[in-house]
């Protein structure tokens, strides 16, 4: 944002004004009228909490305004604070517990600094805050913060949303996100970004799902191969359920050992149960996309099974089991379509994930030649050619056993289908938040039993009549 402003053919003057004006719409449009105190520091945004607290003065509201620092001299800040002819008072708490609401306009998006401490005790005071851009001291790119973040009830941002609007625990930090629009171009922003990959925030938009055809069959719309043993055998029946209902046209659920046939045919009737050797399957050309993982053990013949796989030239997603065999050598990975970690798989074969969950995965991305998908409450799908994605509002009620066997299986079928990995990868997560009831009492065979209502939704949501599972037309 910072380089948009540079390039952009607006003044930084406008643009504040702008800013200023977006904020202090969104506090009259959110509160009653009472007494104000806007908190700002000396770059431009506080120069936005100067404007808002002329505006909101000038609409009648009591308002004072605290600075951390004086604004830079000579700067656009400087000129908004001179505009400003109203009450100015200490940054104290006091002064804080005198008002019904504080605008922080301390610190921006760049990279957290901790607040100082008069600072944080000034926030800790207040009865709502609405922050500008982000709540001070959290980062813009990760959402991390860098010391204390005192959340905010309602955070209004700019041209863009930042990573750390959606990122954990900046989601949760920021409140109410209002994304408001300051006359800064698009050319401008598209020049910011000097050719990187983009981050994205999941939706529709991004992919598009595969539409059977009129005159096609099963095999049209793939056939895959979901391996699992009766140690765990619930995993990859759950795997194996959704990828049937995410429209692949044939699924076989593949024993690893011999009691997992028995417990396999116990199973749902359209169901393929193929006995072992496992790697037999490989030589029918037709099975074109695997899951490997979900309740199978991090052992050697997982490992083994994987590679085989990739060098066979399957579409492989690789999970749980498959994940953990390849702890500390993620280099086995290397050729899978697409891989599914939570954060603990993750650091097992990556290394720790760190503060930049962005920039943590796209290296594993990078790493495998795939696309990697971190599940968590703020999901970061990633290719190896830097794209992301995150996926910010899955219902809390997935953080339950087992959804994440539902999730590699959606994916697997969209692979089958012959969605592109990224794509697949996103859409995946995606329907998997859909499909999810939220609420009490939720387990993954009701995510299952969600998908083909998600997949409708989708439909109905874009426009486009939907066939067969509710796959999207068009």
């Known amino acids: 944002m910072a380089r948009a402003d540079a390039a952009s053919s607006v003044p930084i003057p406008v643009l504040m004004a702008a800013a200023g004006r977006a904020v202090a719409r969104e506090v009259m449009a959110r509160f009653r009228p009472c007494r104000t105190l806007v908190l700002v520091g000396p770059g431009n945004n506080g120069g936005d909490g100067y404007v ?31 505009r400003w002819r109203g009450p100015v008072v200490p940054l ?37 805050i609405v922050a500008v851009d982000v709540p001070s001291g959290l980062d813009g790119a990760t959402g991390q913060p860098s010391a204390e973040v005192v959340p905010a009830a309602v955070t209004v941002t700019f041209a863009r949303l930042k990573p750390g609007h959606l990122l954990m625990p900046g989601r949760a930090l920021c409140g109410e996100l209002v994304l408001a629009e300051i006359g800064l171009p698009e050319a401008a922003l598209a020049a910011a970004t000097g050719g990187e990959a983009g981050i994205f925030r999941n939706g529709p938009d991004l992919w598009s799902l595969p539409v059977p055809g009129r005159a096609g069959h099963k095999y049209d719309r793939g056939h895959l191969v979901v391996v699992g043993g009766a140690a765990m055998g619930g995993a990859a029946r759950l795997a194996a359920a959704a990828a049937r209902r995410a429209g692949a046209g ?12 028995a417990l396999f045919r116990t199973g749902a009737p359209g169901l393929i149960v193929a006995e072992p050797p496992v790697e037999a399957l490989l030589e029918d050309a037709r099975r074109n996309a695997w899951v490997i993982g979900p309740g199978l053990p991090a052992d050697e013949g997982t490992r083994s099974l994987l590679t085989r796989a990739v060098a066979a030239g399957r579409r492989v997603v690789a999970d749980a089991g498959a994940l953990t065999a390849c702890a500390g050598s993620a280099e086995a990975l290397s050729g899978v379509a697409v891989a599914t970690p939570h954060g603990g798989e993750f650091a097992r074969a990556f290394g720790p994930v760190g503060p930049d969950r962005i920039a943590a995965v796209r290296g594993a991305a990078a790493r495998i030649g795939g696309v990697v998908v971190l599940k968590g409450p703020d999901t970061v799908v990633a290719a190896p050619d830097g ?29 089958a289908q012959g969605m592109p990995a990224f794509e697949a990868a996103c859409a995946g997560v995606w329907l998997h938040g859909r499909a999810a009831p939220s609420g009490p009492g939720v387990i993954a065979e009701d995510v299952v039993r969600g998908i083909p209502s998600a997949l409708a939704a989708l439909g109905a949501a874009i426009g486009r009549p939907t066939l067969g599972n509710g796959l999207a037309l068009g």
């Not at 909101?56 to 001179?82: I, M, Q």
């Not at 339950?400 to 299986?409: F, Y």
């Open 52 to 82: 808002a607290a002329r505006l909101l003065e000038s609409a009648g509201w009591p308002v004072a305004v605290a600075a951390l620092a004086p604004p830079r001299p000579d700067g656009p800040a400087a000129e908004a604070a001179a």
């Open 92 to 128: 104290r708490p006091e002064e804080v517990r005198r008002c019904g609401l504080v605008v922080d306009a301390l610190l921006g998006a760049a990279p957290a600094r901790p607040l100082p401490a008069d600072a944080v005790a000034c926030l800790r005071a207040a009865t709502a």
């Open 250 to 261: 044939l699924v076989t659920l593949a024993a690893a050992d011999a009691a997992a046939t």
């Open 387 to 415: 794209r992301a994605v995150i996926n910010h509002d899955a219902p809390r009620s997935l953080a339950t056993a087992g959804t994440g066997d539902v999730l590699a299986g959606l994916i697997g079928a969209l692979l």
